[in-house]
């Protein structure tokens, strides 16, 4: 498992834009396909994107923020990136960074990128509010 740092969060109006961030100090990040997971009250922990771990910058996205919202990674930094734009009162959640070696690149298709159990590192959670 690695350890998983994630700052950025905070409270921004509809519209606007934010830039997660979630750093892994120590050794091996490369190694980890990352992902990011949101959950707001009261609903499920919800996939948002994920990019695999070296090689082609193969990358996943939910449904819901496709478009609007980029994942990226610095293996030289050990940190992840997740860019949201166009935020909007939908998108209100605490945003959870998330390691794992179980993903699959298969062609262009992350494998495993969605399922939530197959991230074996977690971070806290950074919370992310948007005022309409």
Do not use: H
Not at 22 to 42: D, I, Q
Not at 61 to 79: A, C, H, L, P
Not at 91 to 98: G, H, K, L, Q
Not at 102 to 116: C, E, P, Q
């Amino acid at each position: 498992q690695v350890q998983l740092v994630e700052s950025g969060g905070g409270l921004v109006q509809a519209g606007d834009s934010l830039r997660l961030s979630c750093v892994a100090p120590g050794r091996g990040f490369s190694s980890y396909s990352m992902g990011w997971f949101r959950e707001a009250p009261g609903k499920d922990r919800e996939f948002v994107a994920a990019i695999a771990g070296s090689g082609p910058a193969a990358t996943s996205y939910g449904d819901s923020v496709k478009g609007r919202f980029t994942i990226s990674r610095d293996n030289v930094q050990n940190t992840v990136y997740l860019q949201m734009n166009s935020l909007t009162p939908e998108d209100a959640a605490v945003y959870y960074c998330a390691g794992s070696t179980r993903l699959r690149l298969i062609g262009s298709i992350l494998m495993g990128a969605k399922i939530a159990s197959w991230y074996s590192s977690w971070g806290q959670g950074t919370q992310v509010t948007v005022s309409s």
